[in-house]
């Protein structure tokens, strides 16, 4: 008999799987081995499809929590503050319906009536925008046309931080992460962080305007990033691999004060 593997979600009860994010002061790389046996997404006797395929691994089952909670009509976020994912029953606005495609999409709300979209692509590639309100209509305003112009490598998008000003506007700092693929004499390969392009964008009245931004140097092969945020302060690290093993290059700290990014320290 074919041996079937089902994950039968309910509102409790759940291992999940969150991705790895450099909001964490430290960060860890590790391989593990994990199993992969055809594990099904079952909510309310409906399968539910999903880019990233469930593993087993040390006895737990590991899935996307957002394609769970989308599935469940839960809101969820990833809380770079406190390195923590928020469920929650809250609902997208009626005005904002238009713009949520279900199970692709993961909208939470920053402020008032301003909301973060998240859509998952083809191919497990995410796209962002704002959703906001403009002459009394609601309207998406696409990230892309801010970040780098860098179509050879893989880019991810994070919001670090946001701020109210003191006009109505609201000052939001994203992060565009540019990965890079780097081979191993094993034949394995391993995505890493090449650089990143800080970005204060402006947001009013249904506009979105980029005030400044901050890249830091494309690296070489033999070097990543890493880097964190807490408190208005980014801190970035370069890390070079050598034969006798890793050594720190370089550190910087920048301050976000919604106007400006600055280089407070170089070590």
Do not use: C
Request: hydrophobic share 35%.
């Amino acid at each position: 008999m074919k041996k079937r593997n089902i994950l039968l979600i309910g509102i409790i009860g759940l291992t999940l799987f969150i991705g790895a994010t450099s909001g964490f002061a430290k960060s860890l790389t590790q391989k593990i081995t994990v199993r992969f046996t055809n594990i099904k997404l079952i909510v309310n006797d409906q399968v539910i499809k999903t880019t990233a395929e469930p593993f087993v691994y040390n006895g737990n089952v590991y899935a996307p929590v957002a394609t769970i909670a989308n599935a469940l009509g839960l809101q969820q976020e990833w809380d770079n503050r406190s390195a923590a994912v928020r469920v929650s029953t809250s609902s997208v606005p009626t005005e904002f319906k238009k713009f949520d495609g279900g199970g692709i999409d993961d909208i939470h709300k920053i402020e008032n009536s301003i909301y973060w979209k998240t859509r998952m692509n083809k191919g497990a590639n995410y796209s962002y925008s704002i959703l906001g309100m403009k002459n009394g209509s609601a309207v998406e305003i696409p990230l892309i046309g801010f970040g780098p112009e860098d179509p050879e490598h893989t880019m991810f998008t994070k919001l670090l931080d946001f701020n109210q000003g003191d006009n109505g506007e609201l000052y939001l700092l994203v992060s565009y992460e540019v990965y890079k693929e780097n081979d191993f004499e094993d034949g394995s390969y391993a995505m890493e962080l090449d650089h990143i392009q800080l970005s204060t964008l402006k947001y009013k009245n249904g506009d979105l305007f980029e005030v400044n931004k901050y890249i830091t140097e494309k690296l070489p092969n033999s070097q990543r990033l890493l880097y964190g945020y807490d408190n208005n302060t980014l801190w970035t690290s370069i890390i070079e691999t050598t034969n006798e093993g890793q050594k720190l290059v370089r550190t910087d700290l920048l301050k976000w004060d919604n106007l400006e990014i600055k280089n407070t320290y170089k070590k």
